[in-house]
């Protein structure tokens, strides 16, 4: 029986955590919110961020789903991976899905965004998930996009690391300082709160998990060269993405022909927090979809 424990450290957040067994092989934990009731329902953030970016729509799907929001492995309040364990998505995906074991859930609907927009998809490609929202998923860039977003996204994690707290905190109270620090990835930054802005900017510095996932990305390999056709799959990319371009999402369609692909209106690269009510639809649509193609060979 796995271990489940609500750690007391302030820095945890107060999450859950699960310590997820591997017979034979080092276990490792996974911190994570729960909320709701119903069908399961996995959340997975982007890279450098934690499962509070979720939190403009929990509220809203845990309405209809048991919804967990997990702080990926080596992000958030998850501690890293054991030595010699891959982050690369050969490696992740697997884990995600003996996650979900560990936590009670057989094949969730799986919504993700950026990075966690990517293993929602691989984890629809591998038989791990009964539909797949995936908002701005990684893996559809061209060399010198991913060369972009990259380059953009270090320099994040070396601002987030150079801000002492008081100064982060000083910026967060006022709207242009949260758009100094959170402009890149939000379209409307200043809707984020104080607190919110201080707590990612502090999860963005202490991932250990940033730089082993992004030397992943640079390998061929992830990008993502399959297609799904026995699930919904939607993707959703904002028109204001400055991070990972709008027209990465046609190649996402292209790659994955049965997909639906929804314009987020003056959403950025993580929209939940810039539209939270279409986000919101976009992803229990998508969930339902799976409902009605689940009853339909039984109406036959």
Same mark, same amino acid.
């Given at each position: 029986?796995?271990?489940?424990?609500?750690?007391?450290?302030?820095?945890?957040?107060?999450?859950?955590?699960?310590?997820?067994?591997?017979?034979?092989?080092?276990?490792?934990?996974?911190?994570?919110?729960?909320?709701?009731?119903?069908?399961?329902?996995?959340?997975?953030?982007?890279?450098g961020h934690h499962w509070q970016a979720w939190e403009p729509v929990l509220t809203v799907l845990a309405g209809s789903y048991d919804v967990i929001a997990l702080d990926l492995p080596g992000f958030g309040a998850s501690p890293g991976l054991p030595e010699g364990v891959s982050y690369g998505l050969e490696s992740v995906v697997p884990l995600l899905a003996e996650t979900c074991t560990a936590l009670g859930v057989e094949r969730p609907h799986v919504a993700g965004n950026s990075?966690?927009?990517?293993?929602?998809?691989?984890?629809?490609?591998?038989?791990?998930?009964?539909?797949?929202?995936?908002?701005?998923?990684?893996?559809?860039?061209?060399?010198?996009?991913?060369?972009?977003?990259?380059?953009?996204?270090?320099?994040?994690?070396?601002?987030?690391?150079?801000?002492?707290?008081?100064?982060?905190?000083?910026? /967060?109270?006022?709207? $242009?300082?949260?758009? &100094?620090?959170?402009?890149?990835?939000? +379209?409307?930054? %200043?809707?984020?709160?104080? #607190?919110?802005?201080?707590?990612?900017?502090?999860?963005?510095?202490? /991932?250990?998990?940033? $730089?082993?996932?992004? &030397?992943?990305?640079?390998?061929?390999? +992830?990008?993502? %060269?399959?297609?799904?056709? #026995?699930?919904?799959?939607?993707?959703?990319?904002g028109d204001r993405d400055r991070l990972l371009l709008r027209r990465q999402g046609v190649r996402a369609k292209r790659a994955i022909p049965a997909a639906r692909l929804v314009r987020l209106r003056g959403c950025g690269h993580v929209p939940m927090n810039d539209d939270p009510a279409t986000v919101a639809r976009v992803i229990t649509d998508t969930a339902r979809q799976a409902d009605v193609e689940r009853a339909l060979p039984a109406a036959r």
């Open positions: 029986m796995p271990a489940v424990f609500t750690p007391q450290t302030p820095a945890q957040d107060s999450a859950s955590v699960v310590e997820v067994p591997r017979p034979g092989r080092p276990p490792f934990q996974v911190a994570y919110e729960r909320r709701g009731s119903g069908e399961p329902m996995l959340l997975l953030h982007g890279i990075l966690g927009g990517l293993l929602a998809l691989e984890m629809g490609l591998h038989g791990f998930a009964r539909s797949v929202t995936a908002l701005a998923p990684a893996g559809f860039f061209t060399r010198p996009e991913q060369l972009y977003a990259f380059t953009v996204l270090r320099g994040m994690r070396a601002g987030a690391r150079s801000l002492p707290d008081p100064v982060v905190e000083v910026l /967060a109270r006022t709207a $242009a300082g949260r758009a &100094a620090l959170t402009g890149t990835i939000y +379209a409307r930054p %200043g809707r984020r709160s104080a #607190d919110a802005v201080v707590a990612e900017t502090r999860a963005l510095r202490r /991932a250990v998990g940033f $730089a082993p996932v992004l &030397a992943q990305g640079r390998h061929p390999g +992830a990008s993502f %060269g399959h297609t799904i056709r #026995d699930i919904p799959v939607t993707i959703g990319w």
